[in-house]
């Protein structure tokens, strides 16, 4: 009986470790994969990075700082 206890303690402690290892490798492999995140599309980067966009940017963001209002902005224009 005791033999019985001791094999079923060392097939649960084997399976906790084994389940233990998976958890850290998918973790690894999550942490490590090469993704890139985009916080800006590829058109607005190229406008942010034109100082003469970049200024008139600046402007309708301040704009609308003034009138709480996208629909007075001009940013269709501008983009």
Do not use: C, F
């Not at 033999?3 to 906790?16: P, T």
């Not at 970049?54 to 609308?64: F, H, I, N, P, S």
């Amino acid at each position: 009986m005791e033999n019985n206890k001791s094999a079923i303690e060392n097939i649960l402690a084997l399976a906790g470790l084994l389940a233990l290892v998976a958890i850290v490798v998918r973790a690894y492999k999550s942490v490590s994969s090469e993704t890139e995140t985009h916080v800006i599309s590829e058109d607005g980067l190229k406008a942010i990075q034109d100082p003469e966009t970049a200024d008139k940017l600046r402007e309708a963001v301040d704009q609308y700082h003034d009138t709480g209002d996208w629909n007075k902005t001009k940013l269709e224009s501008i983009l």
